[in-house]
């Protein structure tokens, strides 16, 4: 084909391809008589047999899985998991890839990013998280659906379909001997199992046990840093044991607080970073907690008590800043209700020395990040866990004047295409 042409492919069609970069998202870019396709299941510089899985009329692009390796990868293992394969389970995207490699996979996508969205070219490095070696058994939550016969499992790839599973090599062990995979749930749409760093696995069936979650005790020890953590069940906190320590540890290093400081911790969860600051910044200081999740700010009530300079509030971070909220629906919100009133919270200080964002994937947003920098802080660490997002907020974050000056990846999801980054950001 030639000129702007391109391969008429459709849901079903196998063609071979030689695979090309890593993209962000778990797959592989190859392209096929000038159709970009998106692989999954292969590896860079490969030479694979696909099967087109997605199809549609106008995008310029299909996905596919490789079904056959007709020339392999030197970093191309063997998949330790039987359900890690086209048309099953969907939660892994590099059990075929060597778990060094994995991170340098990872490393090319942080980098590409930024180079394609803040236009810098940072050098990262992604480590992985204290206590992991294989890339196995260090999941802590798992939540398993449940097919219409009341079996556990996992979904697939982009699909609401569940994979009856057995097992799963990612999680860990108490998990899988809660016997949830060998039970029936009736009447439920997922199971939740927690394996908390104290105490016994709980199991939470959603929807029928979800007014009644337990919650769990979750401790984090730094060399600088030790404390305990009680989070619902259901709540977010980490699912690598080892992650709450190694993001605790580098913010802090990050930002070196010093006594009397003021600093926030803006999408706070259950105080995890508002806790590190607290005791850093001492009875002199003042950290402000910012959550808008109801059941994580009544545990940080708790979690925080230790600490009288920290002050938690219940509030979306663009509605305690005044700004609009960022969605498609604008201000207003849904059709027919009246114009939020924008309105800055009381308590939020009008200047801090420190600010740590750890927001959802989504990351901070321009608004946010404007307001931020507003507060003139001396330092800002922001923890992500979407390399995009990041590198749009550093765009940000360099017009209101602050320079990326650090910049730390962790592997916090092995066998996965998910990476987090640590970036710390000074005027």
Same mark, same amino acid.
């Given at each position: 084909?030639?000129?702007?042409?391109?391969?008429?492919?459709?849901?079903?069609?196998?063609?071979?391809?030689?695979?090309?970069?890593?993209?962000?998202?778990?797959?592989?870019?190859?392209?096929?008589?000038?159709?970009?396709?998106?692989?999954?299941?292969? %590896?860079?510089?490969?030479?694979?047999?696909?099967?087109?899985?997605?199809?549609?009329?106008?995008?310029?692009?299909?996905?596919?899985?490789?079904?056959?390796?007709?020339?392999?990868?030197?970093?191309?293992?063997?998949?330790?998991?039987?359900?890690?394969?086209?048309?099953?389970?969907? #939660?892994?995207?590099?059990?075929?890839?060597?778990? *060094?490699?994995?991170?340098?996979?990872?490393?090319?996508?942080?980098?590409?990013?930024?180079?394609?969205?803040?236009?810098?070219?940072?050098?990262?490095?992604?480590?992985?998280?204290?206590?992991?070696?294989?890339?196995? #058994?260090?999941?802590?939550?798992?939540?398993?659906?449940?097919?219409?016969?009341?079996?556990?499992?996992?979904?697939?790839?982009?699909?609401?379909?569940?994979?009856?599973?057995?097992?799963?090599?990612?999680?860990?062990?108490?998990?899988?001997?809660?016997?949830?995979?060998?039970?029936?749930?009736?009447?439920?749409? &997922?199971?939740?199992?927690?394996?908390? *760093?104290?105490?016994?696995?709980?199991?939470?069936?959603?929807? *029928?046990?979800?007014?009644?979650?337990?919650?769990?005790?979750?401790?984090?020890?730094?060399?600088?840093?030790?404390?305990?953590?009680?989070?619902?069940?259901?709540?977010?906190?980490?699912?690598?044991?080892?992650?709450?320590?190694?993001?605790?540890?580098?913010?802090?290093?990050?930002?070196?607080?010093?006594?009397?400081?003021?600093?926030?911790?803006?999408? *706070?969860?259950? #105080?995890?970073?508002?806790?590190?600051?607290?005791?850093?910044?001492?009875?002199?200081?003042?950290?402000?907690?910012?959550?808008?999740?109801?059941?994580?700010?009544? &545990?940080?009530?708790?979690?925080? &008590?230790?600490?009288?300079?920290? %002050?938690?509030?219940?509030?979306?971070?663009?509605?305690?800043?005044?700004?609009?909220?960022?969605?498609?629906?604008?201000?207003?919100?849904?059709?027919?209700?009246?114009?939020?009133?924008?309105?800055?919270?009381?308590?939020?200080?009008?200047? &801090?020395?420190?600010?740590?964002?750890?927001?959802?994937?989504?990351?901070?947003?321009?608004?946010?990040?404007?307001?931020?920098?507003? %507060?003139?802080?001396?330092?800002?660490?922001?923890?992500?866990?979407?390399?995009?997002?990041?590198?749009?907020?550093?765009?940000?974050?360099?017009?209101?004047?602050?320079?990326?000056?650090?910049?730390?990846?962790?592997?916090?999801?092995?066998?996965?295409?998910?990476?987090?980054?640590?970036?710390?950001?000074?005027?």
């Amino acid at each position: 084909m030639t000129g702007t042409e391109q391969a008429d492919l459709h849901v079903g069609d196998e063609v071979e391809v030689e695979v090309g970069p890593v993209a962000h998202g778990g797959f592989c870019i190859a392209r096929h008589e000038g159709r970009v396709v998106f692989v999954r299941h292969a %590896l860079p510089g490969e030479r694979v047999l696909v099967r087109v899985t997605e199809a549609r009329d106008g995008q310029r692009f299909v996905r596919a899985d490789c079904i056959e390796v007709l020339e392999a990868s030197e970093h191309r293992v063997p998949a330790p998991c039987p359900y890690a394969a086209p048309g099953l389970c969907g #939660g892994c995207d590099f059990q075929h890839v060597r778990v *060094s490699h994995q991170r340098e996979l990872k490393a090319t996508v942080v980098r590409e990013q930024f180079a394609r969205v803040a236009k810098l070219d940072v050098e990262v490095v992604v480590e992985p998280v204290a206590g992991d070696h294989d890339g196995l #058994g260090w999941r802590t939550r798992v939540e398993f659906a449940v097919d219409e016969v009341g079996r556990a499992g996992l979904r697939q790839h982009r699909s609401h379909d569940v994979v009856p599973v057995d097992t799963c090599l990612i999680a860990d062990e108490r998990i899988l001997a809660t016997g949830v995979l060998r039970g029936h749930w009736d009447g439920d749409d &997922a199971v939740d199992v927690v394996a908390p *760093s104290q105490g016994e696995a709980v199991v939470v069936r959603v929807p *029928s046990g979800e007014a009644d979650a337990p919650t769990v005790v979750e401790h984090v020890e730094t060399p600088s840093f030790s404390a305990d953590f009680e989070v619902a069940a259901r709540g977010f906190w980490q699912v690598h044991p080892g992650a709450a320590g190694t993001f605790v540890q580098t913010v802090l290093a990050m930002l070196e607080p010093r006594e009397g400081e003021t600093a926030l911790d803006l999408y *706070s969860g259950v #105080g995890l970073f508002a806790a590190a600051l607290g005791e850093a910044v001492g009875p002199q200081g003042k950290v402000v907690a910012v959550e808008s999740d109801a059941g994580a700010v009544a &545990a940080a009530a708790g979690n925080l &008590a230790r600490y009288p300079s920290v %002050l938690a509030i219940r509030a979306r971070v663009d509605d305690a800043f005044g700004v609009p909220r960022a969605s498609k629906s604008g201000p207003a919100g849904r059709r027919g209700q009246r114009p939020r009133k924008l309105r800055r919270h009381p308590l939020l200080p009008l200047a &801090a020395d420190l600010v740590v964002l750890d927001p959802p994937r989504t990351g901070a947003g321009k608004d946010v990040v404007a307001q931020v920098a507003r %507060l003139s802080p001396r330092a800002i660490a922001y923890v992500a866990c979407d390399p995009a997002a990041l590198a749009r907020d550093t765009s940000y974050l360099r017009d209101a004047g602050y320079e990326l000056k650090g910049l730390r990846a962790f592997d916090a999801f092995p066998m996965t295409h998910h990476v987090e980054c640590v970036a710390l950001f000074e005027r």
